[in-house]
């Protein structure tokens, strides 16, 4: 099939002209003579708003597009102030320290102009050597930066080796590329501008914020979050743009015997045809993969086509060149050297280079599979199209939700609305961290009330770990050095776990407890920066995971059960035919086994158990939503038994789950690790009539949340609107993991299931049932109701599993089964209470429903039968032993 026949769509932005603004009355004379000997003559409208809303001291976003100049937008108002007053210090902050640096260069031609004595900056990260870091403290008017140089250099020693100058004089804080900055790093990033703001008033000092990001739906918004204090927005785009032609690209069908279809072909596999097309017609691309493998089989299979005798092209393999994490500084600077100058023609990429670094002209670029949010797909095809000619831009289809979504529905990529950034700079665990390291900065005063919401909760903690003291009022650091350190700002666990290679005790990565829990357990498939490794042990004790490279054609997803408990309702309110609320939940996820899926058609290839099972238990926000009765009955109709005994089979609340999750990650710019939805634990009842009402819940997969469901809970109508249009509109037949999550539901249950949320209807006649690959049996030996003539039995089985807590079990002197609550009974009253602690309650719950049939509203009592002859001797024996110690 040729290329052009795969094409589903084809959206043309027409040409638009510059819109152009004189010089600003303000504006300084060198400046202007500056940009003049540039050979600009005036600015487009955008910059020239931008330098003046900058001159009223008003904080400023702005959003225009790529190649519109917004980085002389920011550029013009500090070089102002630097030539009025030399003492001005900027700080530029960028999220990675590959566009610092890129940035930096871009800035030479200023710094050269001007000279070094008039103007002067650099680069001040992990890399920068001693000599340099002193030269920029002592002298240089504009720092780039990241925030972790911030966070862990720059506010920690604010009184020392010249920083106190930088911030008595800081005026402008510049923050490139916003929107990258959601989630726990924007969380991070907004606790340490609360740090930044009490130390600039200490030096009396109060400097403006210039912000620019992608477009997004809340940039004001997310800047205020971020940043505090309000914001003003720069969005008309006064930047010309050539015609941009955009083609989406849909893989043929794969198809085994009979005609029958098993997913489509990899976009990987199209992109090695169509790259040297654009080798051979000289044409300059960039071409983004979303991993390093990936980048590298298609870099590999494109030059391949282009040596091979049969291929018709003068162009030479060599011409196109891979880029992507790995490469050292030298070599990244060659091959852009290499791009600008011609020398090669394409590059395939990760996405180290979605962020703006200077690459030269390109006129085509081509996306392998849709990068997640609109904000990454405009960033990526503005890559191209940077001068006046026209451009081609491909996006090219995976088999996956967004990517399938966009096939049916292609407006919805092109239209003006963008997703949510979500920042919670108030997440209690991103607080403390934070409260600890400004302790430790300058003493906290009442005046940090305004600041740290949490502050009134977070200070008896402190003083009862002595890591603060009461002095005059105030509250000083008495802890550990230096607690900026004792965190990432790129996630929120401070546990961690490291990944270790087998044959050479090389680490590959170290992640937080969640994530290892959902990638590490031992026969998972991790990749990392494109290659992938086969986890062969996860230490608990020792936080390490060992593993060796793994060349299989499938992937792992972790399969278990998150049992939810509502904690507190902070909103709610009616909608159709549910009801919406938004509040606290304790979610239970315990990993109990895994599945492998096949790359590409995401078949389920079968299931493995865990050895152990693994559990994390967690508060966190959530929004919910009522499932209407009609819909619970049908699906609960549908349900078959496991191996285990479980209903847990054609379980089509799943594929309303599933389809929620997408259609909720389309609006907030969620990861797929960064929220979960799940149906409440009683739905799984066929006969559960009596129980109480079902509900779906939307969550934050991180400790306290991070604002996503509660941007979630006001976005509902939005969100069901599009979980509805991608399951009708799928082109599957019955049902596909990019629809529904999974082949064996049927897309005609679901599909009305999601409906029926807003209007009833009649249930579908006809109904798939297809027997999906048998999970095996987690091994469920022993039934609740009989555990009290097979204790013993039971004991062993939790003791040869090696489980923590089968000790202890053993112990137990009597067991009593009364409807479905379990009664302990211990030797001493003390064990009783020490049993009923939350953590002791929920691990001895974990033990049970692993190893036994038990019914959901499965209670846990402890009793005490005491020898009271026997206590009173022992404890006047410990009397006599203590007082003899002291």
Request: hydrophobic share 40%; proline share 5%; aromatic share 10%.
């Amino acid at each position: 099939m040729e290329l052009q026949d795969l094409v589903i769509h084809t959206e043309i932005l027409p040409r638009r002209e510059a819109q152009y603004a004189p010089f600003p009355a303000e504006l300084h004379e060198e400046i202007r003579a500056c940009l003049q000997h540039s050979g600009i003559g005036q600015l487009y409208s955008h910059q020239a708003e931008m330098f003046e809303a900058a001159q009223q001291k008003e904080n400023v976003v702005i959003t225009t597009s790529t190649a519109s100049g917004k980085t002389l937008s920011f550029l013009l108002p500090v070089l102002q102030a630097v030539l009025e007053d030399p003492l001005t210090r900027a700080i530029f902050i960028y999220p990675t320290k590959a566009l610092a640096a890129d940035q930096f260069r871009a800035l030479k031609p200023w710094l050269e102009y001007f000279g070094e004595e008039r103007v002067s900056a650099g680069v001040y990260d992990g890399d920068t050597m001693p000599a340099e870091r002193s030269r920029i403290r002592k002298s240089a008017n504009i720092i780039l930066t990241n925030p972790e140089m911030v966070n862990g250099a720059f506010l920690p020693n604010h009184s020392s080796y010249g920083f106190d100058f930088i911030f008595t004089n800081l005026k402008y804080v510049v923050i490139d590329e916003l929107h990258s900055y959601r989630g726990a790093f924007g969380s991070h990033l907004a606790n340490i501008f609360r740090r930044l703001d009490r130390i600039c008033r200490y030096y009396q000092a109060s400097p403006q914020f210039l912000c620019s990001s992608a477009t997004i739906a809340n940039p004001v918004e997310l800047a205020q979050n971020i940043c505090g204090g309000a914001f003003t927005l720069i969005s008309d785009d006064g930047s010309p743009s050539p015609e941009k032609r955009y083609q989406i690209i849909q893989p043929p069908v794969m198809k085994g015997t009979n005609d029958k279809e098993y997913g489509r072909y990899s976009p990987t596999s199209v992109a090695a045809e169509l790259l040297p097309k654009l080798v051979e017609e000289k044409h300059h691309f960039i071409a983004f993969g979303k991993s390093r493998r990936n980048v590298e089989v298609l870099l590999k299979e494109s030059r391949d086509k282009l040596d091979s005798a049969g291929f018709l092209s003068q162009g030479d393999s060599r011409r196109i060149a891979g880029y992507r994490g790995g490469y050292t500084p030298l070599e990244r600077k060659e091959i852009e050297h290499k791009m600008i100058t011609g020398e090669l023609l394409g590059l395939v990429s990760t996405n180290a280079l979605e962020l703006g670094i200077d690459i030269g002209s390109l006129d085509t670029t081509v996306i392998v599979g849709y990068p997640g949010t609109r904000a990454s797909f405009w960033q990526q095809t503005g890559r191209a199209g940077r001068g006046q000619k026209a451009c081609v831009n491909y996006l090219i289809l995976e088999n996956q939700p967004f990517d399938q979504y966009i096939a049916i529905d292609s407006d919805w990529l092109f239209s003006r609305e963008s997703e949510n950034a979500i920042v919670d700079r108030d997440n209690l665990l991103i607080q403390l961290s934070h409260i600890r390291a400004a302790a430790a900065e300058m003493p906290l005063t009442m005046d940090d009330i305004a600041l740290f919401p949490a502050l009134g909760e977070v200070i008896p903690v402190l003083l009862k770990a002595e890591e603060v003291k009461s002095l005059g009022g105030k509250f000083a650091w008495s802890g550990p050095a230096f607690p900026a350190g004792d965190y990432s700002l790129r996630n929120m666990d401070q546990t961690r776990f490291k990944l270790i290679l087998e044959q050479d005790g090389r680490e590959i990565t170290e992640m937080d407890e969640t994530q290892a829990y959902h990638e590490l357990y031992p026969g998972a498939v991790y990749m990392h920066e494109g290659v992938s490794y086969e986890v062969l042990s996860l230490d608990l004790k020792s936080r390490t995971a060992r593993c060796i490279p793994f060349d299989g054609n499938y992937y792992t997803v972790p399969v278990g059960t998150d049992n939810t408990r509502i904690l507190q309702v902070f909103q709610e309110e009616p909608y159709e035919r549910t009801y919406i609320r938004f509040g606290d939940i304790n979610v239970n996820e315990f990993v109990s086994m895994f599945k492998k899926l096949q790359f590409h058609n995401h078949q389920n290839l079968g299931y493995v158990n865990l050895p152990l099972p693994l559990q994390k238990d967690y508060d966190t926000e959530s929004t919910w939503l009522l499932i209407p009765e009609n819909v619970v009955r049908a699906y609960r109709r549908l349900l078959l038994r496991s191996q285990s005994g479980e209903f847990v089979r054609n379980n089509h609340f799943e594929g309303i789950a599933n389809a929620v999750k997408n259609a909720a990650m389309m609006v907030t710019m969620a990861a797929r690790d960064d929220i979960d939805v799940i149906i409440s634990n009683n739905a799984l009842i066929p006969d559960g009539g009596e129980e109480e009402a079902v509900s779906l819940f939307i969550y934050d997969k991180y400790v306290g949340g991070l604002g996503y469901s509660e941007k979630i809970y006001d976005l509902v109508p939005k969100i069901l609107e599009n979980a509805i249009r991608m399951v009708e509109n799928c082109p599957c037949g019955d049902g596909c993991p990019a629809c529904v999550g999974d082949y064996t539901l049927d897309k005609k249950l679901v599909l009305w299931g999601l409906q029926n949320l807003l209007k009833e209807s009649e249930a579908p006649k006809s109904v798939k049932i297809m027997e999906e690959i048998q999970k095996p049996s987690v091994q469920k030996r022993f039934s609740f109701f009989t555990l009290s003539q097979d204790w013993e039995a039971f004991c062993e089985a939790v003791e040869k599993n090696g489980e923590t807590g089968s000790v202890f079990l053993k112990t137990v002197k009597k067991v009593e089964i009364k409807s479905h609550t379990l009664v302990l009974t211990v030797d001493n009253s003390f064990y009783e209470k020490w049993i009923m602690e939350p953590e002791n309650l929920k691990s001895i719950e974990n033990i049970l429903r692993y190893h036994a049939v038990c019914p959901r509203d499965m209670r846990i009592e402890a009793a005490s039968q005491v020898d009271e002859a026997q206590k009173e001797k022992t404890a006047a024996r410990l009397r006599r032993r203590y007082e003899d110690v002291r």
